[in-house]
């Protein structure tokens, strides 16, 4: 069975699922099911790390197996450097926000569990599966538990209206892009030689005209932007993270807004190169946008998780432009960003969530004066808010740092290059210092307000949960060379393929 350890990760959540409705009517035995799942699943998530041969671009661990071969479709898994991380990192953020579930969650505990188990089917699923159909129908299997996530255990009377948003918006992108797969697939050669697998494709891409590849990127380009969510399809964003439970917002930002990232370098830019000149410019733009829009916006708001949630805005930001800017740099960075993005932001939530769970407030106001009574709790918090606005030694500073350096590199052939778009994307981590900080100033120092003097500071579990993530932060950004060497090879044969000299693509 070790030798299938790309289906073990696929299966193993959905055979959690088992014990755990066995064991439904005791909430305590769910939660050392679920615990114990997730577990399993992040250690064999590090054994196939282990197993990954670092400096290889293609697939590795490849499984593959007929499933309806009439429609040429098949069950097909790999990892490159692309996904191997970030299926390593979805598990962690899984099993931690199960951990800190244990603690917040006592109401219909089982069907809780149950939904994240799912919920981490799709979202291992997506990074695994390089068949577009496979690839579809995990990218909307996470839809479901996590509309059941935030639509029960939401935290106000909103909470109905954000989980609707969330599904309405993400639902339109995906069956727009499920047409244009089927188009894809009747494009991809005559009837029994069609094809939706990856590599497959890719042989045949050649087939798809100019005219086609226009329509069938702005496609896929709109479900992976509003999944994102790109600028102008982040509404769904704030409302979704304000009402979700914390463990919700973790996975929300930490795992899947990256599926949107991932499908942009996965399928859209290998296999669809003259969409991609087509629409350069326009997600260019839209990059920039977001980048100074996520910051303006988050410094002016008073809800410390809306806060949180529009820096996801300008950070995806980043991961887009370092994605279109089409060179290794910019892609090896927004990859990293991913990464980064996941860890930093997830901390930040759950210590946005440790806070409301004491002190029952949000509101940046209603907050002050912190540090004075959880000393412990101020250094883990400090140390993700200068990871966020990029401190060099920390993770988010290397993804930065390299994104900026390829924006910098960008040289289109026509319109404005990268010392337009450089110059004005680095305002925005400017604009991160700004309101980060100023945040933490507001939240953590001043007056001691006595409702909050007897509050306790961080609890051996909730040390438990940042422990990990506060490792990787520090351990990313002074070393960080390791996940860069699993990243670049993988990277630079998707930037090839994108930018193919015989499409005349760049200068």
Request: aromatic letters at 14%; glycine letters at 10%; one cysteine or more.
């Amino acid at each position: 069975m070790i030798d299938h350890i790309l289906t073990l990760l696929v299966v193993i959540p959905l055979l959690g699922l088992v014990p755990l409705f066995v064991f439904m009517r005791s909430a305590a035995a769910v939660r050392q099911v679920a615990v114990v799942t997730t577990g399993v699943e992040l250690l064999l998530s590090l054994y196939m790390l282990t197993r990954f041969r670092v400096g290889e671009a293609g697939f590795q661990l490849r499984e593959s197996a007929a499933w309806l071969p009439s429609l040429g479709i098949r069950y097909e898994l790999a990892v490159d450097g692309l996904s191997v991380l970030l299926v390593a990192m979805t598990t962690l953020l899984t099993f931690l926000a199960v951990l800190y579930s244990t603690k917040t969650i006592t109401h219909r505990v089982g069907e809780y569990m149950a939904s994240f188990l799912l919920l981490e089917v799709g979202m291992v699923g997506v990074f695994l599966a390089i068949d577009l159909f496979l690839f579809y129908v995990f990218f909307e299997l996470m839809l479901v538990p996590m509309y059941l996530i935030i639509g029960i255990w939401g935290g106000s009377p909103r909470k109905l209206y954000a989980t609707l948003k969330f599904v309405l918006f993400t639902l339109a992108g995906s069956l727009l892009m499920l047409v244009w797969i089927i188009a894809v697939y009747l494009a991809s050669g005559e009837p029994g030689a069609r094809t939706l697998t990856l590599p497959a494709l890719l042989a045949v891409r050649d087939r798809f005209s100019a005219d086609f590849q226009f329509w069938v990127f702005l496609a896929f380009g709109l479900a992976f932007a509003i999944k994102m969510p790109m600028f102008p399809f982040h509404t769904w964003l704030p409302d979704a993270h304000v009402e979700a439970p914390t463990a919700g917002s973790i996975i929300l930002a930490g795992v899947l807004l990256k599926a949107g990232g991932y499908g942009f370098l996965r399928f859209a830019l290998p296999l669809f190169p003259w969409g991609t000149q087509a629409w350069l410019p326009v997600l260019i733009v839209l990059s920039v946008i977001a980048i100074l829009y996520g910051a303006v916006v988050s410094a002016v708001q008073r809800d410390l998780k809306k806060l949180v949630a529009y820096s996801s805005v300008a950070h995806m930001g980043f991961v887009t432009l370092g994605i279109f800017v089409l060179n290794a740099q910019g892609g090896v960075g927004a990859v990293l960003q991913m990464l980064n993005h996941g860890i930093v932001t997830g901390a930040l939530f759950l210590f946005v969530g440790i806070q409301y769970e004491k002190t029952h407030k949000r509101l940046i106001a209603d907050l002050g004066g912190l540090a004075n009574r959880w000393p412990l709790y101020t250094a883990f918090f400090g140390v993700f808010v200068f990871a966020s606005l990029g401190l060099p030694g920390l993770n988010g500073f290397v993804g930065e740092f390299l994104v900026l350096l390829g924006a910098f590199r960008f040289n289109p052939p026509t319109g404005p290059g990268g010392l337009t778009w450089g110059p004005l994307a680095a305002i925005g981590v400017i604009l991160a210092a700004v309101y980060l900080l100023w945040m933490f100033q507001r939240v953590m120092f001043g007056v001691v307000r006595e409702a909050y003097r007897s509050l306790p500071d961080l609890s051996p579990l909730e040390v438990a949960c940042a422990a990990p993530l506060l490792v990787l932060t520090v351990v990313m950004g002074v070393f960080p060379q390791p996940f860069i060497a699993i990243i670049e090879p993988s990277v630079q044969r998707i930037v090839a393929l994108a930018t193919d000299p015989a499409l005349a693509l760049f200068k």
